[in-house]
Protein backbone atom coordinates (compact mmCIF):
# COMPACT_ATOMS: atom_id res chain seq x y z
CA UNK A 1 0.00 0.00 0.00
CA UNK A 2 1.68 3.59 -0.81
CA UNK A 3 0.92 5.92 2.26
CA UNK A 4 2.46 9.25 3.26
CA UNK A 5 3.37 12.48 0.92
CA UNK A 6 6.74 12.81 0.36
CA UNK A 7 8.70 15.77 -1.65
CA UNK A 8 10.92 15.91 -4.10
CA UNK A 9 12.61 16.76 -7.17
CA UNK A 10 12.85 16.04 -10.65
CA UNK A 11 15.75 17.19 -13.10
CA UNK A 12 16.05 18.50 -16.05
CA UNK A 13 16.23 14.82 -17.66
CA UNK A 14 12.97 13.81 -15.91
CA UNK A 15 14.46 11.74 -13.15
CA UNK A 16 13.01 11.76 -9.81
CA UNK A 17 13.20 9.90 -6.44
CA UNK A 18 10.61 7.34 -5.62
CA UNK A 19 10.29 7.76 -1.64
CA UNK A 20 11.86 4.66 -0.06
CA UNK A 21 8.78 3.44 1.52
CA UNK A 22 7.29 2.96 -1.96
CA UNK A 23 10.65 1.35 -2.86
CA UNK A 24 9.37 -1.40 -0.08
CA UNK A 25 6.34 -1.83 -0.87
CA UNK A 26 7.73 -2.52 -4.78
CA UNK A 27 10.34 -4.99 -2.88
CA UNK A 28 8.11 -6.72 -0.74
CA UNK A 29 6.32 -7.93 -3.92
CA UNK A 30 9.75 -8.52 -6.02
CA UNK A 31 9.22 -5.70 -8.16
CA UNK A 32 11.66 -3.13 -9.68
CA UNK A 33 9.46 -1.20 -12.04
CA UNK A 34 6.22 0.79 -12.23
CA UNK A 35 3.50 1.41 -13.96
CA UNK A 36 3.04 5.47 -14.82
CA UNK A 37 0.66 6.98 -16.05
CA UNK A 38 -1.84 10.32 -16.65
CA UNK A 39 -4.45 10.81 -14.44
CA UNK A 40 -7.66 12.62 -15.22
CA UNK A 41 -6.43 15.30 -12.43
CA UNK A 42 -3.32 17.04 -13.53
CA UNK A 43 -0.54 14.36 -11.76
CA UNK A 44 0.60 11.29 -12.61
CA UNK A 45 -0.31 7.83 -10.93
CA UNK A 46 1.55 5.14 -10.13
CA UNK A 47 0.62 1.63 -10.00
CA UNK A 48 2.55 -1.47 -9.08
CA UNK A 49 2.52 -4.00 -11.94
CA UNK A 50 0.26 -6.75 -10.40
CA UNK A 51 -2.26 -3.26 -9.43
CA UNK A 52 -2.40 -2.14 -12.84
CA UNK A 53 -2.58 -5.81 -14.42
CA UNK A 54 -6.04 -5.92 -12.09
CA UNK A 55 -7.26 -2.72 -13.44
CA UNK A 56 -6.66 -3.72 -16.65
CA UNK A 57 -8.47 -6.43 -16.30
CA UNK A 58 -11.68 -4.57 -14.50
CA UNK A 59 -11.33 -2.00 -17.43
CA UNK A 60 -11.52 -5.16 -19.95
CA UNK A 61 -14.45 -6.15 -18.69
CA UNK A 62 -16.61 -3.24 -18.98
CA UNK A 63 -18.45 -2.08 -22.01
CA UNK A 64 -16.31 -1.10 -24.67
CA UNK A 65 -18.40 1.13 -26.63
CA UNK A 66 -19.16 3.57 -23.52
CA UNK A 67 -17.86 6.97 -24.26
CA UNK A 68 -16.53 6.91 -20.21
CA UNK A 69 -14.93 3.88 -20.69
CA UNK A 70 -13.52 4.73 -24.23
CA UNK A 71 -12.30 8.34 -22.96
CA UNK A 72 -10.46 6.25 -19.70
CA UNK A 73 -8.47 4.23 -21.45
CA UNK A 74 -7.41 6.94 -24.01
CA UNK A 75 -6.20 8.79 -21.15
CA UNK A 76 -5.14 6.21 -18.71
CA UNK A 77 -4.18 3.24 -20.83
CA UNK A 78 -2.75 4.91 -23.27
CA UNK A 79 -0.58 7.01 -21.38
CA UNK A 80 0.45 3.81 -19.61
CA UNK A 81 4.75 3.29 -19.40
CA UNK A 82 6.34 0.99 -17.52
CA UNK A 83 9.38 2.11 -15.12
CA UNK A 84 12.43 0.70 -14.22
CA UNK A 85 13.79 2.16 -10.13
CA UNK A 86 17.57 2.57 -10.74
CA UNK A 87 19.90 1.57 -8.16
CA UNK A 88 19.70 4.68 -6.94
CA UNK A 89 16.06 4.80 -6.38
CA UNK A 90 14.93 6.55 -9.26
CA UNK A 91 12.66 6.65 -12.03
CA UNK A 92 12.45 8.26 -15.35
CA UNK A 93 9.63 10.37 -16.16
CA UNK A 94 8.75 10.42 -20.01
CA UNK A 95 8.49 14.17 -21.06
CA UNK A 96 4.61 13.69 -22.44
CA UNK A 97 4.25 12.60 -19.18
CA UNK A 98 6.16 15.40 -17.52
CA UNK A 99 4.19 17.88 -19.67
CA UNK A 100 0.75 16.21 -18.19
CA UNK A 101 1.54 16.98 -15.14
CA UNK A 102 3.24 19.96 -15.94
CA UNK A 103 6.60 18.70 -13.54
CA UNK A 104 8.81 21.51 -13.29
CA UNK A 105 11.53 21.25 -10.38
CA UNK A 106 9.52 20.46 -6.92
CA UNK A 107 7.53 17.46 -6.56
CA UNK A 108 5.18 15.44 -4.38
CA UNK A 109 4.16 11.77 -3.71
CA UNK A 110 0.93 11.31 -2.45
CA UNK A 111 0.00 7.71 -1.32
CA UNK A 112 -3.74 6.71 -2.15
CA UNK A 113 -3.39 3.22 -1.45
CA UNK A 114 -3.62 1.10 -4.40
CA UNK A 115 -1.66 3.59 -6.19
CA UNK A 116 0.60 6.81 -5.64
CA UNK A 117 -0.18 10.03 -7.28
CA UNK A 118 3.02 12.58 -8.63
CA UNK A 119 2.19 16.02 -8.97
CA UNK A 120 4.10 19.47 -9.32
CA UNK A 121 3.86 20.70 -6.11
CA UNK A 122 2.65 23.97 -6.79
CA UNK A 123 -0.53 21.99 -8.62
CA UNK A 124 -1.11 19.81 -5.54
CA UNK A 125 -1.82 22.97 -3.29
CA UNK A 126 -3.80 24.26 -5.51
CA UNK A 127 -5.84 20.93 -5.33
CA UNK A 128 -5.16 20.59 -2.05
CA UNK A 129 -7.52 23.48 -0.39
CA UNK A 130 -10.89 22.93 -0.32
CA UNK A 131 -13.65 24.94 0.91
CA UNK A 132 -16.07 24.42 3.65
CA UNK A 133 -18.97 23.32 0.73
CA UNK A 134 -16.71 21.01 -0.92
CA UNK A 135 -15.48 19.11 2.40
CA UNK A 136 -19.43 19.26 3.66
CA UNK A 137 -19.99 17.62 0.06
CA UNK A 138 -17.37 15.35 0.35
CA UNK A 139 -18.95 14.46 3.77
CA UNK A 140 -21.83 13.62 2.10
CA UNK A 141 -20.90 11.47 -0.73
CA UNK A 142 -18.44 9.77 1.33
CA UNK A 143 -21.95 8.61 3.96
CA UNK A 144 -23.40 7.66 0.96
CA UNK A 145 -20.76 5.25 -0.21
CA UNK A 146 -20.53 3.64 3.45
CA UNK A 147 -17.50 5.29 5.01
Same mark, same amino acid.
Given at each position: ??? &? ?24 ? &? ?65 T ?10 VL ?21 T ?14 ? &??
Open positions: MFR &GRYEHTIDAKGRTSLPARYRDVLSSI &GERRIILTSALDPCLVAYTAPEWNAFEERLAKLPQFDRAVQKLKRIYVSGAVECDVDDSGRILVPPLRDHAALKKDWAGSGKYAELWDVQAWKANFETDDERGQIASRLAEL &GL
